[in-house]
């Protein structure tokens, strides 16, 4: 059977059609264009969804979703997306109306993990933590091959435990939340309250680099920070390899300073823990979101 994934993103609508040996066949992006609304969502989904199955012949195929939140296990609507017009939405139930088929939903860190699982960097690795580190930062499980959701289908979100409870407004409602002090755009929020300074934060890793203040202990504040959210879920999972993602998945000396800064935080005798880079790319959403479908 083939497999159709969507990556429902932020700004960007990712599809892909696997082979039954898990091999892309077609890929295509459009713009998410959330400002339309909800219902312009549903229609973007529905063209690239229509696209996906002329191009594979019209043959049978499961399909998946991944997208920033979860569904209620109590309600059945969508929550804690940062596209906001997503939540309280019955987004399974109107997709499912609209492509006149049944929809598996999955949360895209939870996807990102999935396909580093199976098809990158964790492969052969039992116990799997998958790290998001883009505009928000989310987290995602996996064991033996399978996501591991939890009760209340949160399993994985370090990114809103809080680790400073006098920190900054997260907004979950929350404060000191570890998205707030390691995301891309907590940590841009976070220098300009600080230095009083709007700079990207490609602009503040270049000052870090060439050893420049105020950047230079921004950074290795977000280091500690690092370190103290993943030790503590360490701490909690032991898992067998933790994978990074999202565009901070980049910053080179995560796997070294930010390394160091967990090992000072793991509570054992010595640091077993592999924290190693994606292999998939961005490509790893859509591709957990394929091998999710039913």
Partial sequence: MYKLGIDLGGTKIEGIALNEQNQELFRLRIPTEQEQGYRHILSNIKKVYDRMVVEIGGHDHSFGIGTP???????????NSNTLCLNGQPLKADLEAELSRPVIIENDANCFALAEAIRGAAVGKELVFGVIMGTGCGGGIVYKENVITGLQAIAGEWGH????????????????????FISGAGLEKLYAAQFGKQ??????????????????????????????????????????????????????????EGVNEVAKCVFSDSFETPI?????????????AALVGR
């Fill in 161 to 180: 435990t809080s680790i400073a409870p006098n920190g900054p407004a997260c907004w979950c409602g929350n404060r000191g939340c570890v998205e707030t």
């Fill in 276 to 288: 190693v880079k994606n292999k998939l790319g961005d490509s790893a959403g859509v591709i957990g």
């Fill in 69 to 79: 939140g979860a569904l209620s296990r109590r309600t059945g609507l969508l929550k």
């Fill in 199 to 256: 700079l990207p934060l490609a602009e503040v890793v270049n000052d870090f680099r060439n050893q420049r203040e105020p950047a230079v202990t921004f950074m290795q504040a977000f280091f500690t920070n690092f370190g103290r959210a993943l030790g503590n879920l360490i701490n909690i999972m032991d898992p067998d390899m933790v994978v990074l993602g999202g565009g901070l998945s980049n910053i080179d000396e995560l796997y070294t």
